[in-house]
């Protein structure tokens, strides 16, 4: 340590400061990162790690970006979860005496950027800020989630034993791409439910008083703030908002404070709160395959032409409402969008040339706009000008009502009278400000032009005087002006010209007046320069302070483009307008499955669904690959997309207005986990009989198959059957458990339905139609056979499926295959795990209580299998 020189010195007493960041520290051209952040961001940014002071024996490792290209380098520190602190030099080496002064300029981490360059538009960018709260029962969690790129300011707590279960769910939804944490205990009580983080997370320890809190938040939103939202009765809710701000005040961060629009609650009232597994099974914002927009239902229903409405759009497939109004008022606004092509096509014209308003918002606080940026969205709000007229004709209330834009003709005129049409890119070489907006900016100028003619006179009186007819005055950027002779002529030179500089064939000379006038020229220029940068300033701030109104139409206009997004899609794949009834009743004619009718080669067969109290849980079997699955979903996908005010693929969808919508997959492979995959199949199912209402929809995709058939079988039995007694929530339940059909007689308010299949020698034809009834066979080989498995393979699957068959039929035990299937448990024991099964009450058990239920009943079926297998 004591013979590292005084500029590492520097660099540690920095990076001691910010142990969990990566230091970025300015050498000249060059920002240079050493010791462990430099092996550490070589590697991340692929660039090489080198040593300095190679020769010494501890040599430091180094790596190194150039400042010019740094934007690359840094974004890709960001982007894998990195936070970085970039250290400058704030005085001039050549004027510094000894060291130079380096101070730290920026804190940039990935929750927290706002370069569009390092977004992506069509999703915001969310800061996480989680408190925990000792509660009654269970601790009490509280989140504020932060897009600092759109000014989005959101929070909500949550109490109680699964209080960290839908935090975790919220977390998902959000995606946020930093956490941070009160407290490291708030961390890890997280942890398990978060399963692999690749987020950054900061423990950043605060804490504030309650008073501090609401200081903090009342100066950021004003008094009124803390009653609006009765923030009193959500302690740990403020506490998270308050978290944030400290955040972004310790990080200086340049937006902090200004853009935030008001704060709000998360599932403001009227939405329905979709949780993270239905999303990711319904493939709402991403595909479960490959975690893709394009395939999922926001890819298809998303034809917005700003990134505003993409964003917007996200949330509105996340946050269907629950008010029947509110949901009437957006459809009655894409009815009206889609019957009138001429209306929406006007404002899809409007739309395309408008900018990103809500992150150009927070960049403009942040004083990172440029006057090309200015004119642009001057040119924005120029466009916008139409849209009351056009909007003000409409029909639909909620149309009519965007079209009270705020008024932006006063500042559209103020930007074009100060800045010129093509300002240049940098700011600080002047040609930024319009002729007539500054006299003095005019005076300036007049005299640099008046200088050309001086410089032309000049040049013309020296020739006269001199004789040299060649003589020429020049400029260039080490010398200024001169006045250049040729090598014949310079025995003319009069003897007050100074020789600056020798070329090949002609010497350079200046004289006094020359000089004098070069002063004046440069001394106008550089400070016309530093005015037009001033009034451009000045016009910067006068622009933000306008950010409240310009959030307002960026809000506007997301709607805007959300409603004419969702018209184009009814368009495009032939919707109808959904109708809502009050009665508990579903019926959907000829409805289809929006994601899978546009992708697949077959054509799409529609069909029908019915519900209503008599047919309220509806068991549809069919073989494998037959289309269950895609006719359940269809069914959550129409009430969803229903709800969020979208026009559904059906001929006609008479509905219900469901407080939730639940889908559940049974454990497949494909889900990575550290946790077994039934049981994370039966922890969903149980939070699912836990919330579930007789106004929610359940879809039950083959619940059971994680684990062995009998096992399966109760279980899937006994969920339905507490559904059906205790909940009476709507049901639509794949399974291949035959089985469970006999249910139908068993339990009022349950329908059969079956896959239709024709059967063609050894060939199966699925004809997607629903049928009522059951399926008696599961076709896996003739599955197996379209997959293309070889005949060898085939043929002994069919004969060890016809001596089973013969065996069941008999009853006697098998002998082609005993130790290849699965031999079914002894009834008796079965039963007794399923009448276990019926007796526990879930309600009142902890998931960690199920779990062990869970596995103790396991258990006792393996050991039935155990003592089978050594009796063999
Ligand atoms: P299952 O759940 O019965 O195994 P899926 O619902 O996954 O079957 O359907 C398998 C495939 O069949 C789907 O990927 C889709 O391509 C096709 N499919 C399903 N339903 C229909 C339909 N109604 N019309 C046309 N093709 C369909």
């Given amino acids: 340590m004591k013979d590292l020189t005084p500029m590492m010195k520097q660099y540690l007493s920095i990076k001691e400061q910010h142990p969990d960041k990566i230091v970025l520290f300015q ?3 060059f920002f240079e990162i050493f010791f462990d952040d430099a092996v550490v961001a070589a590697k991340a940014m692929d660039i090489v790690l080198t040593t300095r002071d190679s020769n010494k024996d501890n040599p430091i490792p180094l790596a190194g970006v150039p400042i010019h290209a740094a934007d690359t380098y840094i974004n890709k520190l960001l982007s894998k979860g990195f936070k970085v602190v970039i250290c400058e030099q704030v005085e001039d080496p050549a004027t510094a005496k000894g060291l130079v002064k380096r101070e730290i300029t920026r804190i940039l981490t990935p929750g927290t950027v706002t370069d569009s360059e390092m977004l992506d538009e069509s999703r915001n960018n969310y800061l996480a ?55 490291q205990e708030a961390a890890e009580l997280l942890r398990p439910h978060l399963g692999v983080a690749e987020a950054s997370s900061t423990v950043f320890e605060y804490k504030a008083a309650p008073e501090q809190v609401r200081t903090l ?69 991403r595909t479960i395959r490959e975690g893709k927009r394009q395939g999922s239902l926001l890819g298809l229903l998303d ?56 992150r150009f918002c927070s960049r403009l606080c942040s004083g990172r706009i440029g006057a090309r940026e200015l004119v642009a969205l001057k040119g924005t709000l120029q466009k916008l000008e139409p849209l009351a007229g056009l909007l003000g004709e409409c029909r639909s209330s909620l149309l009519h009502s965007l079209r009270q834009l705020p008024d932006f003709s006063a500042l559209i005129e103020r930007i074009g009278s100060v800045l010129v049409d093509d300002p240049p890119l940098q700011l600080r070489e002047g040609g930024l400000i319009r002729e007539g907006c500054s006299e003095e900016v005019d005076r300036l100028r007049r005299i640099a032009r008046d200088a050309k003619g001086w410089l032309l006179e000049f040049e013309k009186g020296e020739r006269e005087r001199t004789g040299i007819k060649s003589l020429r005055v ?38 006094g007046p020359l000089k004098e006038m070069e002063e004046k020229i440069t001394g106008a220029r550089e400070q016309l320069c530093r005015l037009e940068y001033e009034i451009f300033e000045a016009l910067r701030e006068e622009v933000a302070a306008q950010a409240p109104l310009l959030q307002a139409a960026a809000g506007q206009l997301a709607r805007l483009d959300c409603l004419q997004s969702l018209a184009e899609a009814a368009e495009r794949y032939r919707y109808c307008r959904p109708r809502f009834t009050e009665e508990n009743r579903l019926r959907i ?58 026009f559904v693929p059906a001929k ?8 939730r919508i639940f889908a559940r997959v049974g454990a497949s492979d494909d889900l990575s986990s550290g946790l077994s995959t039934f049981m994370v199949e039966m922890r969903e199912t149980a939070s699912i ?69 024709k059967e063609k020698g050894k060939e199966v034809i699925f004809l997607r139609r629903v049928v009522p009834g059951r399926s008696d066979k599961s076709y896996g080989i003739n599955v197996a056979r379209l997959a293309g498995l070889p005949l060898e393979v085939l043929l002994r699957a069919e004969a060890i499926l016809a001596e089973l068959e013969t065996a069941a039929a008999k009853g006697s035990q098998l002998s082609l295959v005993p130790l290849v299937m699965e031999a079914p448990p002894q009834d008796e024991r079965a039963m007794e795990v399923v009448e276990e099964l019926k007796a526990l009450d879930l309600n009142r058990i902890t998931p960690l209580e199920a779990l062990q239920q869970l596995y103790r009943l396991q258990q006792k079926l393996f050991q039935e299998e155990d003592n089978r297998g050594e009796i063999n």
């Fill in 689 to 757: 009989l836990k919330e579930a209402t007789n106004r929610s929809l359940l879809i039950l995709d083959e619940i059971g198959r994680g684990t062995s058939t009998y096992d399966g079988m109760s279980i899937a039995r006994s969920v339905l059957e507490y559904i059906s007694r205790r909940i009476g929530a709507k049901t639509l339940f794949s399974t291949h458990y035959h089985e469970l059909t006999r249910l139908e007689e068993e339990l009022p308010g349950i329908k059969n339905y079956t896959m239709a299949v």
């Fill in 217 to 285: 938040i009342c100066r950021q939103w004003g008094e009124e703030i803390w009653e609006n939202l009765s923030l009193s009765r959500y302690p740990a809710a403020a506490a998270a908002a308050a978290l944030a701000l400290s955040y972004l005040e310790m990080l200086q961060h340049p937006a902090r404070g200004r853009h935030f629009r008001t704060l709000e609650f998360l599932a403001p009232g009227g939405r329905m709160t979709v949780d993270g597994i239905t999303a990711r099974n319904l493939e709402l914002t």
């Fill in 129 to 183: 800020a989680i408190t925990s709260l000792p509660g009654g029962e269970g601790a009490y969690f509280g989140l504020a989630a932060v897009d600092v790129s759109t000014g989005d300011f959101r929070i909500n707590e949550w109490s109680g034993e699964e209080a960290a279960a839908h935090l975790a769910e919220e977390l998902q939804r959000l995606q946020p791409s930093e956490y941070i944490y009160t407290s």
């Fill in 652 to 659: 006609e969808a008479e509905l219900p207005i469901l407080d």
């Fill in 27 to 29: 050498v000249g051209d």
């Fill in 303 to 358: 034809h917005c032409l700003t990134a505003m409405g993409r964003r917007l759009l996200r949330l509105w497939v996340e946050q269907p409402l629950t008010g029947r109004q509110m949901i009437e008022e957006r459809l009655d606004a894409v009815e009206e969008l889609l019957q009138n092509p001429l209306l929406r096509k006007k404002l899809r014209d409007i739309l395309r040339q408008v900018l990103d308003i809500e």
């Fill in 474 to 511: 020049g400029y260039n950027r080490n010398f200024g002006y001169y006045i250049e002779v040729t090598r014949p002529n310079l025995g003319l030179v009069p003897p007050e010209y100074q020789r600056r500089q020798t070329l090949v064939n002609a010497e350079r000379f200046i004289t």
């Fill in 589 to 646: 004619k000829g409805g289809r499955h929006p994601v899978v009718e546009q992708n697949s080669a077959e054509r799409f067969v529609p069909n029908d669904l019915f519900m209503d109290e008599k047919a309220s849980i509806l068991i549809i079997t069919g073989p494998n690959m037959a289309g269950k699955s895609t006719y359940i979903r269809s069914a959550a996908l129409i009430c969803l997309m229903a709800q969020m005010g979208s």
